[in-house]
């Protein structure tokens, strides 16, 4: 098992760890973490692993292993691995995480003023998607502005914790159709974005407030089917 730091506190850009494993194609395997592995829509980060000596191994990918507990960073080149209990320090590219984090944090906004449910999302550092249930498209000035009073309303972001049985007692709180909520130790993170403003569960990075988002742009609006409407977002910077 990995401990995903990045759970508790996204705003980690390096952690002190252990080295656990070398999988049979060069995966290296920590005992914590502050890479994020690629899921729910978000890519995985990338970074570098700084050993002992103060030689650097270029991270190009970020993974689950063989279950959601399991971290894997994939090296960017071949090159000399660490060896199995070495130190290292684990140093993330912060200002790609950054942007996702802001991107991330979008999306839950948007899937908020909207009112309905995700069909589906993908997050970049230069634009990001998400698909919502949908019938007619919405229209993109009053959109923009619902995003943007929110951004302003510098809304608290927090993440609390309720078991898989509580989910199951309250199944509205599943804002996604398309991913199933991070299931597995018993316990869901939910991400909470102002007292009433939005509440669901995702194990995604977010920002501490919405207005760290800043300013949004609708790029496109798209129709991908008679239920389906996407969104295509940009940042400011």
């Not at 502050?34 to 650097?56: C, K, L, N, W, Y």
């Not at 698909?131 to 929110?150: H, K, Q, S």
């Not at 608290?156 to 509580?166: F, G, K, N, P, V």
């Not at 309250?170 to 993170?189: E, T």
Request: charged share 25%; proline share 5%; net charge negative.
């Amino acid at each position: 098992m990995t401990e995903h730091l990045f759970r508790e506190d996204s705003y980690l850009r390096s952690c002190e760890a252990h080295v656990t494993g070398i999988n049979d194609r060069g995966g290296i395997l920590l005992d914590r973490t502050i890479f994020f592995a690629t899921g729910g829509g978000q890519p995985g980060d990338i970074g570098e692993i700084e050993r002992a000596d103060g030689s650097r191994i270029a991270v190009g990918a970020t993974v689950f292993g063989d279950d959601k507990e399991q971290i894997i960073h994939v090296p960017a080149s071949e090159g000399p691995l660490p060896e199995v209990g070495e130190p290292v320090v684990a140093h993330i590219n912060w200002a790609r995480r950054y942007r996702h984090m802001r991107m991330h944090t979008a999306l839950h906004v948007i899937c908020a003023v909207m009112k309905t449910k995700i069909t589906g999302a993908q997050i970049g550092d230069q634009e990001s998607r998400i698909d919502l249930n949908v019938e007619e498209p919405p229209e993109r000035e009053a959109v923009l502005a619902a995003i943007m009073d929110a951004v302003n309303q510098d809304h608290a972001i927090t993440t609390e914790w309720i078991t898989d049985e509580e989910l199951d007692a309250n199944p509205d709180l599943i804002k996604s159709m398309s991913v199933s909520p991070p299931r597995g130790s018993g316990l869901v993170r939910l991400v909470r974005i102002g007292e009433n403003f939005d509440l669901q569960p995702c194990g995604g990075t977010h920002v501490k407030s919405t207005q760290e988002i800043g300013l949004v742009t609708i790029t496109k609006i798209e129709k991908k089917g008679r239920l389906n409407r996407r969104i295509r977002i940009c940042l400011d910077d």
